[in-house]
Nanobody
Framework: QVQLVESGGGLVQPGGSLRLSCAASGSVFSINAMSWYRQAPGKQRELVAAISRGGSTNYADSVKGRFTISRDNAKNTVYLQMNSLKPEDTAVYYC???????????????WGQGTQVTVSS
């Protein structure tokens, strides 16, 4: 069984910063890409940032230059550093990992439970 546990969400003023973390635990054999998604009320879930095992990254246009995704492969953990936060960044942020639990198994998506980020004065 695999769990993705997010932490680091909360309430922050516009212009502030937060750092999200997501750790994969349990029967993790190999992790490929790790990503952060977000979903605001009444909106579809959208990709915020993704990082490959080798460290290649891509970002949504709305967060480029403000958010940075990174990972620690030894700890099976992905991070999202969020700076210059705006009210429109308010959403539930979800961690995603493409991983396998044993050798020879096809990788599939796993999701965290989500962490709330609220940007408000």
């Amino acid at each position: 069984q695999v769990q993705l546990v997010e932490s680091g969400g909360g309430l922050v003023q516009p212009g502030g910063s937060l750092r999200l973390s997501c750790a994969a635990s349990g029967s993790v054999f190999s992790i490929n890409a790790m990503s952060w998604y977000r979903q605001a009320p009444g909106k579809q879930r959208e990709l915020v940032a993704a990082i490959s095992r080798g460290g290649s990254t891509n970002y949504a246009d709305s967060v480029k230059g403000r958010f940075t995704i990174s990972r620690d492969n030894a700890k099976n953990t992905v991070y999202l550093q969020m700076n210059s936060l705006k009210p429109e960044d308010t959403a539930v942020y979800y961690c995603n990992a493409l991983l396998s639990t044993r050798i020879g198994e096809a990788k599939r998506d796993y999701w965290g439970q989500g962490t709330q980020v609220t940007v408000s004065s």
